[in-house]
């Protein structure tokens, strides 16, 4: 484990060179730039945790390839207890961090692939999950980050990967060499990429044998030639740009993960660095484990960001005079109730995890596609109750130039002043955090990360069990079952 902590993660960022555009413009340092530096800053929450004594037991595992100490986000889950640990660690994490610190994808792409690497080289002999263990030792022996890259841009979505005008809307292998591929295509949404270390390229959907040329799964660096990145825009990344430590909301962390666009014009992977290849039909279950490891994750780093939600306006409702009015107290309740119903979930999905063929353990894929789901309801309620909490002023306040104004500070410190004990700041402060975390780009990643929502109703759909649930009502009834579907 090179990397031990937050600063030598930052250092080592500094020591490679991506082709990162934000805004038409190269960004050379990730780590001092201020639209990407707030992501960096989450993502080195996760090595920092690492070497505190306090979190070293959630954020350290032993690897079950080398016997060494690793972060967990290099981590290939073992037991139910390693699943369960992910889940607390990633809770802590959104509490100190009121953001996406972004190694989650990584990690759920490394236990997907994982996992059906062993499952391809049963059936058919290749030799793809011992390469894929050498890089990821060498992974975990750095403990660099990896962006798990899944979503392609789709263009015409009526259209699989074979049938698009476009063909490179699905990421595919344009070339076949001796000593490797040639990819092209894109990736979007991307968590994390600007400051990652290596890409986990995957398929987005099944394949069929007509797309096999799209059932890729490999490794590349963030710096390899052809690899360009564009830098995606936030609600308000200008009073980022600008360093309006107030008025950003969250001044040291990002609204939500940082995502970017990767393109691959034509990018070479050896040999050693792919971890399938046209094997349309193990697509189904990768795509199928990373979402639902995804899904899973979901429920504990967004229960971490409530808390820092139901904690912002707790705090404003005592500054304005109102915590002890029944129905704050009551709405408080309900926002309180639905992030331990929705952490429930994703303790639920771990804890019914099972073992994969590999060893490495699968959570419950039901369970994590209901966590997922909660997600799309119950942030967006605690968000509601925030906002009805916190009141009108949140969308009229005047800017942090107006509060320090020598002409006007004094009419704005005076006119959105509460209780007499608290400075207006801290009320302006805490109402730019609620904005931060309620508007803007902040929800649509709980809308739409780790899959919309009808991705996962699909999933519940299906492995809802109906027939079995139809026979459950039939016996209590007499009905005859007629066949073994129930029908
Ligand atoms: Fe991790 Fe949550 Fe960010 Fe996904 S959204 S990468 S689960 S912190
Ligand atoms: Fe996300």
Redesign the pocket.
């Known amino acids: 484990m090179k990397i031990k902590n937050g600063a030598e993660y930052i250092e080592s960022l500094r020591k490679i060179r991506p082709v990162i555009y934000y805004k038409g413009e190269r960004i050379e340092d990730v780590t001092r730039h201020p639209a990407t530096a707030p992501h960096v800053r989450a993502a080195a929450m996760t090595y920092a945790l690492a070497s505190d004594d306090e979190y070293r037991d959630l954020a350290t595992a032993t690897s079950h390839l080398t016997g060494r100490t690793i972060g967990r986000f290099t981590h290939v889950h073992q037991n139910v207890e390693d699943l369960i640990k992910k889940i607390k660690l990633?809770r802590i994490?959104?509490q100190k961090t009121g953001s996406?610190?972004?190694?989650?994808?990584g990690l759920d792409g490394i236990n997907a692939v994982y996992s059906v690497t062993y499952e391809i080289d049963q059936k058919h002999g290749t030799d793809y999950f011992e390469r894929f263990k050498q890089w990821l030792i060498s992974i975990q022996d750095e403990n660099f980050m990896v962006v798990g890259a899944m979503t392609d841009p789709k263009g015409d979505r009526s259209k699989g990967p074979a049938d698009q005008p476009d063909p490179d809307q699905y990421v595919h292998v344009v070339e076949h060499r001796s000593d490797g591929v040639v990819i092209r295509g894109a990736k979007l949404h991307m968590?994390?990429a600007v400051n990652s270390h290596e890409i986990l390229v995957m398929p987005t959907t099944a394949m069929d044998e007509r797309s096999k040329n799209y059932a890729v799964v490999c490794a590349i660096p963030v710096d390899a030639p052809g690899v360009t990145m564009i830098f995606g825009r936030q609600a308000s990344d200008d009073r980022r740009d600008k360093q309006e430590r107030i008025d950003v909301g969250k001044p040291s962390f990002g609204a939500v993960?940082g995502e970017a666009l990767i393109a691959f014009e034509d990018v070479f992977v050896p040999t050693e660095r792919i971890f399938m290849n046209r094997e349309p039909e193990f697509t189904s279950p990768l795509v199928y484990r990373f979402a639902a490891h995804?899904r899973a994750?979901?429920g504990?780093?967004?229960t971490g960001l409530m808390d820092v939600l139901t904690g912002a306006v707790s705090y404003l409702t005592q500054i304005q005079g109102t915590s002890k009015a029944s129905h704050v107290r009551d709405k408080i309740t309900e926002m309180i109730h639905l992030s331990e119903t929705l952490y429930c979930s994703s303790i639920a999905c771990s804890a019914e995890g099972w073992a994969t063929p590999s060893g490495a353990y699968m959570v419950d894929t039901m369970l994590a596609n209901v966590c997922k789901q909660n997600v799309t309801r119950f942030h967006f309620e605690v968000a509601r109750l925030a906002l009805d909490l916190a009141g009108g002023f949140i969308a009229t306040l005047p800017s942090q130039y107006d509060l320090e104004s020598e002409d006007v500070g004094h009419l704005v410190k005076k006119y959105f002043s509460g209780v007499k004990e608290i400075p207006t700041e801290d009320r302006i402060k805490i109402a730019r955090l609620i904005e931060a975390m309620t508007g803007g780009t902040a929800l649509v990643?709980s809308m739409h990360?780790?899959g919309s929502p009808q991705a996962q109703r699909v999933m519940i759909f299906r492995e809802g069990g109906l027939d079995k649930k139809i026979r459950l009502a039939k016996a209590l009834l007499g009905i005859p079952q007629k066949d073994k579907q129930g029908g």
Do not use: D, S
């Open positions: 990633l994490l959104g996406c610190f972004q190694r989650c994808v968590t994390g993960g995804h994750n979901y504990a780093c967004k990643e990360g780790a």
